[in-house]
């Protein structure tokens, strides 16, 4: 099976500026979840979807929203970037059927977001 | 907001030494803790995803234990080898079914 992708692996962007994350779950995996990760910091939740509805959400603003289609892809958007908002962001996706409690999540590689 | 903790932030160890590292989590409204591997410039890999009380679980040299009841696992490698060499990181699962990460633990093993 291949693994979690996520596009694009780099970005480069000036505040105020918006942005769109892809990823792609492995096939038959129904639940995506978002990270941050910046230095220093563990891994922040940002949002899962399951089956095209948001199924949890973090402690992140507004602007920060992301949505899932019908193949379980998912999207995530960050709108009038910030510097602070600079840092790794990463997919992860599971079967989604057990409501995440003994769930492994399997992680793509990454988006690294720079915000000039 | 649960709050985990892991302890030592990094380590320095010989290659074929043993060593041990420690997550600390809420015990109140435990659901389940897991464990991942994370190597440089790779994704994070799972290791173990642990529910009760008292589970010991085993992955070639890697194991861990739980213990609820005080709120904290111990992520154990015997004779440590150079690719093992990673950030190891735990996270507890929340009320909200959310899990909750630690900063992680940075293992260099040293030739």
């Known amino acids: 099976k291949a693994g979690v992708t996520q596009t694009p692996r780099y970005l480069i962007k000036t505040r105020g500026q918006q942005v769109t994350l892809s990823c792609s779950p492995i096939s038959g995996h129904r639940s995506v979840s978002w990270y941050q990760q910046t230095p220093g910091q563990g891994l922040q939740f940002l949002f899962e979807y399951f089956s095209e509805t948001q199924r949890n959400k973090g402690n992140f603003p507004g602007r920060f929203s992301g949505r899932q289609f019908s193949n379980s892809r998912s999207e995530m958007n960050v709108s009038t970037l910030e510097l602070g908002d600079s840092a790794l962001y990463l997919c992860a996706s599971s079967p989604g059927t057990s409501g995440g409690i003994q769930e492994t999540q399997y992680f793509g590689p990454g988006t690294r977001l720079l915000v000039l | ?111």
């Not at chain 2, 892991?6 to 600390?24: A, Y």
């Not at chain 2, 799972?46 to 070639?60: I, P, R």
């Not at chain 2, 690719?83 to 899990?99: F, G, I, K, M, V």
Request: charged share 20%; net charge neutral.
């Open chain 2, 1 to 111: 907001i649960l709050n985990v903790e892991q302890s030592p932030q990094s380590l320095h160890v010989q290659e074929g030494d043993s060593t041990n590292f420690t997550c600390s989590f809420p015990s109140s409204n435990f659901y389940a803790l897991h464990w991942y591997r994370w190597e440089t410039a790779k994704s994070p890999e799972a290791l173990f995803v642990m529910t009760l009380n008292g589970d010991e679980k085993k992955k070639g040299r890697i194991s861990a234990t739980l213990n609820t009841k005080e709120g904290y696992s111990y992520l154990y490698i015997k004779g440590s080898q150079p690719e093992d060499s990673a950030t190891y990181l735990c996270a507890s699962l929340d009320s909200n079914y959310q899990l909750i990460w630690g900063a992680g633990t940075k293992l260099i093993i040293k030739p």
